[in-house]
């Protein structure tokens, strides 16, 4: 069974996991202004199952795969993109994404790969 956890830290830093049948990978990680960004805008909107919360700051959730993916592509959308102003307006578009919209980039990517996150960077620009 595939499971999808979140780790947010202090700095801020999102780490998106893949954890399938107890072999971890890694799917996704933004930093700094662009984590700020995401944390603002997608965090409280979506639902979080708190696994541990360390002393330091740090947090291990818990998402569901439909949640794992729009913020996966989010983060893949906006890890290249270094400005201000272009990244606040990437991260709105990808807050007003439908369902659809979200699992059709996704099928996409998995045909094309980074090619497709190029694309949709482009179309929501």
Do not use: C
Request: charged share 30%; proline share 2%.
């Amino acid at each position: 069974m595939t499971e999808y956890r979140l780790i947010i830290t202090k700095k801020p830093t999102l780490r998106l996991w893949k954890n399938d049948n107890h072999k971890k990978s890694m799917m996704a990680e933004v930093q700094n202004e662009k984590a700020f960004e995401l944390k603002e805008a997608l965090i409280p909107r979506i639902k979080l199952t708190p696994i541990l919360i360390w002393r330091d700051g740090r947090a291990l959730y818990h998402i569901d795969e439909e949640t794992a993916i729009r913020l996966f592509l989010s983060m893949k959308m906006i890890i290249g993109v270094r400005s201000s102003k272009r990244l606040r307006k990437l991260v709105e578009s990808v807050k007003t994404l439908d369902r659809g919209e979200i699992l059709s980039w996704y099928s996409l990517y998995l045909k094309l790969g980074n090619k497709a996150i190029y694309a949709m960077r482009v179309a929501y620009l």
